[in-house]
């Protein structure tokens, strides 16, 4: 940065440490010269997007030329039909990070406080620094949320807290008790975000779907994507369902046309196909099964995860394994940048993908 604008910079944002993305397999093959090469770095769908998704996004690309809707029209009835909510409390953005961003830039500004629990997804801390606002880290219980710990935490100061269930990195979720627990604790003008981006790979009984508060709890934000069990990583698209108040003020924020046409088009494909949902399903319970079961096997610890990755406990040769793990052309992710500097995160993939990992570890563990 030049002498000139260091002094222009808004201070917040000089102290954003950008989010670190997985590598792009293009950008290893280029590195390493590796042509067999497996990603499991960013919690994708090992399918991809569903064919009947690619059969409407070749039909649509005809429309290019034009602007997408801008009020996202027949995606948000879609999703209004699907959960049964009015389209006045969908909001659709360019990921579900871009709402995450929003729904922090509506509610907080400096001085106010932001909550989330320690190893929370990155995007939350992100968001507090570009508003301005401070942000309450609460020490994690077991990897997951504190939930009692981050209740306590509200002061007459905060303004939102995130919570993300499952989370990313850990994997971890909290219970139906816990979740109701917290919620009758919270104050009623302070916004809890709940963070549902894994939500369709959840296994556990007692789920605390956010869709079955929605009605009780004016103050809750719930946010989901298309880009993990529905395969639309790349296409930028998920959604927020509030009361139409809160989506009326996020609407006011985001960019006019910030949901492309391809994108609107395969989303409410994708949500309409939920064989392929389901075969998706399948295959990431199978998949984790067949990568706990080896790590079990080869007495490594990892956190049990409901979604559609594990955090594996590698210790202090996480990151020299890591790079171990490149040279056989898989590629992990490391989450040092979340303090779990001992742990690899491993995204579930095809069988195949999941056996080249179990391969590469076994060759180059201890190694
Ligand atoms: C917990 C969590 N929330 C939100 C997102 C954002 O996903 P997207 O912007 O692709 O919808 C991610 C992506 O990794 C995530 O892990």
């Known amino acids: 940065m030049s002498a000139l604008f260091n002094q222009q910079i808004q201070p917040?944002?000089?102290q954003i440490q950008p989010y670190t993305p997985g590598k792009p397999i293009s950008e290893l093959q280029r590195e390493l010269g590796l042509t067999h090469i497996s990603k499991l770095a960013s919690n994708e769908n090992p399918l991809g997007a569903s064919?009947?998704?690619l059969a409407a996004i070749e039909q649509a690309l005809k429309d290019i030329g034009r602007y997408p809707d801008g009020n996202a029209f027949f995606l948000r009835q879609v999703l209004s039909e699907f959960l049964s909510v009015p389209m006045s409390q969908v909001a659709v953005g360019n990921g579900s990070n871009e709402l995450l961003e929003l729904i922090g830039r509506v509610f907080a500004g400096p001085g106010d406080e932001i909550i989330y629990s320690q190893y929370g997804f990155a995007v939350y801390p992100i968001t507090a620094q570009i508003v301005g606002a401070n942000f309450v880290e609460v020490p994690a219980k077991d990897f997951g949320h504190d939930l009692n710990a981050m209740g306590a935490a509200v002061t007459t100061k905060t303004?939102?807290?995130y919570v993300a269930n499952p989370n990313n990195p850990t994997g971890t979720l909290f219970g139906r008790d816990q979740w109701e627990t917290f919620m009758a604790k919270i104050p009623p003008q302070v916004i809890v975000v709940l963070d549902e981006a894994y939500l369709e790979y959840v296994e556990r009984a007692d789920y605390a779907n956010g869709m079955d508060y929605l009605s009780r709890y004016q103050n809750l934000v719930l946010s989901r994507t298309f880009s993990k069990a529905y395969g639309l990583a790349s296409l930028r698209v998920g959604y927020m369902v509030a009361s139409e108040e809160i989506i009326s003020y996020i609407n006011r924020l985001r960019a006019p046309f910030n949901v492309n046409h391809i994108a609107q088009v395969a989303a409410a494909t994708a949500l309409k196909d939920q064989d392929f949902?389901?075969?998706?399903v399948a295959l990431n319970c199978a998949g984790k099964q067949q990568i706990c079961q080896t790590l079990t096997q080869m007495n490594i610890a990892f956190i049990p995860s409901e979604g559609n990755f594990v955090c594996v406990q590698f210790g202090q040769d996480a990151m020299a394994l890591n790079q171990r793990l490149l040279q056989q052309g898989v590629?992990?992710?490391?989450?040092?940048?979340y303090g779990l500097t001992e742990f690899l995160r491993v995204s579930i993939g095809s069988e195949q993908e999941n056996q080249h990992f179990i391969d590469a570890l076994k060759r180059v563990h201890n190694a």
């Not at 949902?277 to 998706?280: C, E, G």
């Not at 992990?332 to 940048?337: D, F, I, K």
Request: aromatic letters at 0%.
């Open 331 to 337: 590629i992990v992710r490391p989450v040092a940048n």
């Open 159 to 161: 303004k939102l807290i």
């Open 51 to 53: 064919p009947k998704v």
């Open 12 to 14: 917040q944002i000089q």
């Open 277 to 280: 949902l389901q075969q998706t």
